[in-house]
């Protein structure tokens, strides 16, 4: 069952923050987010593994709620370098480290100037 | 972290001929994996590569048409059979660490005439 994400799009100028939400139907084991930009490969951001973790990665952040089945991803002060696709990909309970990774649909992030 | 390469990074096929795609890992991973993703869309998991034994795949994916070997720890092959305009699309290979971090390659973009 693949995550769902929303919102679909966000359009930020430089500076403002944004909050990507992932929701999903079964329970987690771990939560993954990447981002891609046009043409290239995804790119790992952080990885979740225990429900009411939070992580950081510069201005980057995420916190997994395991009882909710549900991770967000926050970006703070966002600069044009953030610009992306922002995909989640999520890992059932009961497969462990050994489960597919499954991902969203994907949430557009575009950060003009 | 792991660097995943591909070869070859992109084709142009005829209908009914066979790819097939070279995923090589710069280090050890415990699991292998083979996506694709149409462009503007979500990544789509094909399966599983399974070292020295045959590939787990996903619902709509058949060995038949997508066979797919892993020899060792750090190399996989994913073929295209009898291909299709239908099988253009990006195939990205990914490896997973001990750390459950997960890598993806550069892709493989396939267009078939």
């Known amino acids: 069952q693949q995550p769902v994400q929303s919102p679909q799009a966000v359009i930020l100028r430089e500076g403002e923050d944004a909050v990507i939400n992932c929701s999903s139907s079964?329970?987690?084991?771990?939560v993954h987010w990447y981002r891609q930009k046009h043409g290239e490969a995804p790119v790992f951001l952080m990885i979740l593994l225990k429900g009411g973790e939070q992580k950081g990665h510069e201005k980057i952040s995420a916190s997994f709620n395991e009882k909710k089945q549900q991770s967000s991803l926050y970006l703070t002060a966002s600069q044009l370098s953030y610009s992306g696709t922002y995909f989640c990909?999520?890992?059932?309970?009961?497969?462990?480290?050994?489960?597919?990774?499954?991902f969203g649909q994907g949430t557009t992030l575009q950060v003009k100037p | 972290s792991a660097v995943i390469s591909q070869k070859p990074s992109r084709d142009i096929c005829q209908r009914g001929t066979s790819l097939t795609i070279q995923c090589q890992v710069d280090s050890q991973v415990t699991m292998m994996f083979w996506y694709r993703q149409q462009p503007g869309q979500s990544l789509t998991l094909i399966a599983t590569a399974n070292q020295g034994s045959e590939a787990t795949y996903e619902s709509g994916f058949v060995i038949d048409k997508f066979p797919i070997s892993r020899p060792n720890l750090t190399f996989s092959t994913l073929t295209v059979s009898n291909m299709s305009p239908e099988d253009s699309s990006i195939y990205l290979c990914s490896g997973r660490d001990v750390q459950e971090t997960q890598y993806f390659g550069p892709g493989t973009r396939l267009l078939v005439l």
């Open positions: 990909g999520t890992v059932s309970r009961g497969s462990g480290n050994t489960g597919k990774l499954i």
């Open positions: 079964k329970a987690l084991y771990s």
